[in-house]
Nanobody
């Protein structure tokens, strides 16, 4: 299995930016997709963005489209989430996830149920 470690979270003012990183180790050679999800306080886990490991196709939740950018560096086995124009409602624990197979559809890529490898999470807090 793959091990995932997130970093880069913190406290930022509204309108600011942060970049999260997710370093993968272990069985990375046949990964299918990596993604970011988040869990706001008292709410369920929700999708943020996903990227296919081979071709780098990207998918975004409507709430972050145009503000967040997911990218990857295969040589470093690392996925990034650049977050710009942050809002207080972006406050959440952000989780990195990975999968080895799945359907090629936006719904599948952005569903937490389709992933079985998760990092420990990193807190992002946006103050107003």
């Amino acid at each position: 299995q793959v091990q995932l470690v997130e970093s880069g979270g913190g406290l930022v003012q509204a309108g600011g930016s942060l970049r999260l990183s997710c370093a993968a180790s272990g069985r990375t050679f046949n990964l299918n997709t990596m993604a970011w999800f988040r869990q706001p306080p008292g709410q369920e886990r929700e999708s943020v963005a996903a990227i296919t490991w081979g071709y780098g196709h990207t998918f975004y939740a409507d709430s972050v489209n145009g503000r967040f950018t997911i990218s990857k560096d295969n040589n470093k086995n690392t996925v990034y989430l650049q977050m710009n124009s942050l809002r207080p409602e972006d406050t959440a624990v952000y989780y990195c996830a990975a999968r080895y197979s799945g359907r090629y559809s936006r719904t599948s890529f952005l569903s937490p149920l389709e992933y079985d490898n998760w990092g420990q999470g990193t807190q992002v807090t946006v103050s107003s």
